[in-house]
């Protein structure tokens, strides 16, 4: 059966199915010998090569992980201004690259997951998925009833109606720098801040400390990562809703 070139590259582990349309646009991938273009389709025993350099698919064995990200990280790869990244802490690979499964931003911590499969990746941040992401959230300003109804309810925010699908209040607020917990289920860019700063206020700090179900061991520290094992492998495919090929 054939199948879409960017999809099956993206299943080998190189990148996410976008990067790799990218790859093919450039001009990095030939297929039998000819340059390949977008949308092409590949059967087994066809020839790929990537950068000039053969690519084979047999037996790949995906690998996945929990890092818990500090803030003052970025989740690419490379940076013009010469800020660290979450791939300098990771474990080096062969024949494979790690795709963060979604992103946070510069100045937020906690759950990252990574993955060498870049259709489950691919899968697990489509807003289609709807899977939870859980924050907890210190905000600074005085928050009103009214506020948590607008941001239950929703907010437009410049690239859409944006909402929290919940928000736990704290026990015991003390003065007006106060800790939330808030449940989204899509990953726009710096959607939980300006959901707050639509209200007027302002986050002070931003962890990520669920996704779906997977939440931070107590063991694995600031800056530190653990390799997922077949249990916890499974549970991510199966928060995908598909199955490891």
């Given at each position: 059966?054939?199948?879409?070139?960017?999809?099956?590259?993206?299943?080998?582990?190189l990148?996410?199915?976008?990067?790799?349309?990218?790859?093919?646009?450039?001009?990095?991938i030939?297929?039998?010998?000819?340059?390949?273009?977008?949308?092409?389709?590949?059967?087994?025993?066809?020839?790929?090569?990537?950068?000039?350099?053969?690519?084979?698919?047999?037996?790949?064995?995906?690998?996945?992980?929990?890092?818990?990200?500090?803030?003052?990280?970025?989740?690419?790869?490379?940076?013009?201004?010469?800020?660290?990244?979450?791939?300098?802490?990771?474990?080096?690979?062969?024949?494979?690259?790690?795709?963060?499964?979604?992103?946070?931003?510069?100045?937020?911590?906690?759950?990252?997951?990574?993955?060498?499969?870049?259709e489950?990746?691919?899968?697990?941040?489509?807003?289609?998925?709807?899977?939870?992401?859980?924050?907890?959230?210190?905000?600074?300003?005085n928050?009103?009833?009214?506020?948590?109804?607008?941001?239950?309810?929703?907010?437009?925010?410049?690239?859409?109606?944006?909402?929290?699908?919940?928000?736990?209040?704290?026990?015991?607020?003390?003065?007006?720098?106060?800790?939330?917990?808030?449940?989204?289920?899509?990953?726009?860019?710096?959607?939980v801040?300006?959901?707050?700063?639509?209200?007027?206020l302002?986050?002070?700090?931003?962890?990520?400390?669920?996704?779906?179900?997977?939440?931070?061991?107590?063991?694995?520290?600031?800056?530190?990562?653990?390799?997922?094992?077949?249990?916890?492998?499974?549970?991510?495919?199966?928060?995908?809703?598909?199955?490891?090929?």
């Amino acid at each position: 059966m054939s199948q879409k070139l960017q999809k099956m590259l993206a299943n080998a582990g190189l990148g996410s199915r976008r990067a790799m349309e990218k790859w093919i646009d450039a001009g990095r991938i030939r297929v039998n010998g000819a340059i390949a273009k977008r949308g092409d389709r590949v059967l087994e025993g066809d020839t790929i090569h990537v950068d000039g350099h053969l690519l084979r698919l047999k037996n790949v064995e995906h690998r996945h992980l929990l890092y818990n990200k500090p803030a003052g990280e970025i989740c690419s790869r490379d940076d013009p201004e010469g800020r660290p990244s979450v791939y300098r802490k990771l474990p080096k690979l062969r024949n494979q690259r790690w795709i963060s499964i979604g992103r946070l931003d510069f100045n937020t911590s906690g759950l990252l997951l990574f993955t060498t499969d870049g259709e489950l990746a691919n899968t697990l941040i489509h807003p289609s998925t709807g899977i939870d992401r859980e924050y907890a959230v210190r905000v600074l300003g005085n928050v009103a009833d009214q506020n948590l109804r607008n941001l239950r309810e929703g907010v437009m925010l410049e690239d859409g109606l944006a909402r929290f699908t919940d928000i736990k209040k704290p026990k015991d607020p003390v003065g007006a720098n106060n800790w939330y917990y808030v449940v989204l289920v899509e990953g726009r860019n710096r959607e939980v801040r300006r959901l707050w700063e639509s209200q007027g206020l302002i986050v002070s700090r931003l962890k990520r400390v669920r996704f779906g179900s997977f939440f931070i061991p107590s063991r694995v520290k600031l800056g530190k990562f653990v390799e997922l094992g077949k249990k916890e492998s499974n549970d991510l495919y199966d928060l995908a809703s598909v199955r490891e090929s």
